[in-house]
């Protein structure tokens, strides 16, 4: 078979060979690089003390102000206790005034 421009159906042909020269543009692949550090560094440079701020935020709300149950029950049984409910039945402010005299 002689070798045409036109190929029929079915027909296979050589590839056409790469040209590593045309294969990447250098000039345009470094500026979408860098680009696209620049752009990621001042997200990052905007978001950071946004995202610690939040942080900060939601930690004081739910850790420092968030009701402590566990310090008014603790302070409610210590009280009773130091009100007559122990053993010997005796208030601290009797016992301190008997220790004073």
């Given at each position: 078979?002689?070798?045409?421009?036109?190929?029929?159906?079915?027909?296979?042909?050589?590839?056409?060979?790469?040209?590593?020269?045309?294969?990447?543009?250098?000039?345009?692949?470094?500026?979408?690089?860098?680009?696209?550090?620049?752009?990621?560094?001042?997200?990052?440079?905007l978001?950071?003390?946004?995202?610690m701020?939040?942080?900060?935020?939601?930690?004081?709300?739910?850790?420092?102000?968030?009701?402590?149950?566990?310090?008014?029950?603790?302070?409610?049984?210590?009280?009773?206790?130091?009100?007559?409910g122990?053993?010997?039945?005796?208030?601290?402010?009797?016992?301190?005034?008997?220790?004073?005299?």
């Amino acid at each position: 078979m002689a070798h045409h421009d036109h190929h029929a159906p079915g027909q296979t042909h050589d590839p056409l060979p790469i040209d590593p020269e045309r294969d990447i543009d250098a000039k345009s692949a470094t500026i979408w690089f860098v680009g696209s550090a620049i752009v990621i560094f001042l997200s990052l440079w905007l978001m950071v003390p946004i995202f610690m701020r939040v942080l900060d935020h939601e930690l004081k709300q739910k850790v420092d102000l968030a009701p402590n149950t566990e310090l008014i029950d603790v302070r409610a049984e210590e009280a009773e206790f130091l009100n007559g409910g122990n053993p010997k039945k005796k208030k601290i402010a009797d016992v301190v005034a008997g220790l004073r005299k």
